[in-house]
């Protein structure tokens, strides 16, 4: 009985996107990247949080780091957005290199990023207060807004992918930029 009371009081999560991955061993600046993503959730009227930074030390090859964020967008009060990411850096280094003729501090690290999209119906559980409501809910989500959650879990995809695109880019700008160690 438990089970249930527990499963009917949640929000219903629609996975759109999961574990999508940009891995890269490579020299970047972390503080750009963090103010890449942060605008892009800002321009996209994203709630953001950061949920968790670990950082364990290593003297032989820098630092190790695994920091998680989620990201919301309310659409409606049944439908929100949530983006989930979590960076994990390897040997993070900060290294001098040479840009354009001048010498500037960036970070070395083998990263991997992964992205999480998911739609979420309900998250306010309004809709769970009793067994009608509940029924009710089932018949909105069947017959009256069907189209419109999948044309919801299509943007939402079109944005994890417009943001992944736009972290790609920020990392290749470092590849191809005549960047010395």
């Known amino acids: 009985i438990s089970k249930i009371a527990i499963a009917v009081n949640m929000a219903e999560k629609e996975v759109v996107a999961k574990e999508l991955k940009i891995k890269q061993k490579a020299v970047f600046d972390m503080g750009e990247l963090y103010q890449i993503m942060f605008r892009w959730f800002s321009q996209h009227n994203y709630d953001f949080q950061e949920k968790q930074y670990m950082e364990k030390k290593n003297p032989d090859c820098g630092k190790?780091?695994?920091?998680?964020?989620?990201?919301?967008?309310?659409?409606?009060?049944?439908?929100?957005?949530?983006?989930?990411?979590?960076?994990?850096?390897?040997?993070?280094?900060?290294?001098?290199?040479?840009?354009?003729?001048?010498?500037?501090n960036k970070h070395k690290a083998n990263s991997e990023i992964k992205f999480d999209a998911t739609l979420m119906k309900n998250y306010e559980n309004k809709w769970d207060k009793n067994a009608?409501?509940?029924?009710?809910?089932?018949?909105?989500?069947?017959?009256?807004i069907r189209s419109r959650i999948e044309d919801y879990k299509a943007e939402l995809y079109s944005e994890i992918y417009e943001l992944i695109d736009e972290v790609k880019a920020f990392l290749n700008m470092y590849k191809f930029e005549g960047i010395t160690v």
């Open 64 to 104: 190790n780091l695994e920091i998680k964020w989620i990201a919301t967008r309310k659409i409606n009060d049944y439908v929100k957005f949530q983006i989930d990411i979590v960076f994990t850096m390897v040997n993070l280094v900060e290294v001098e290199v040479e840009v354009d003729g001048r010498k500037v």
């Open 132 to 144: 009608f409501l509940r029924f009710i809910r089932e018949v909105y989500d069947t017959y009256i």
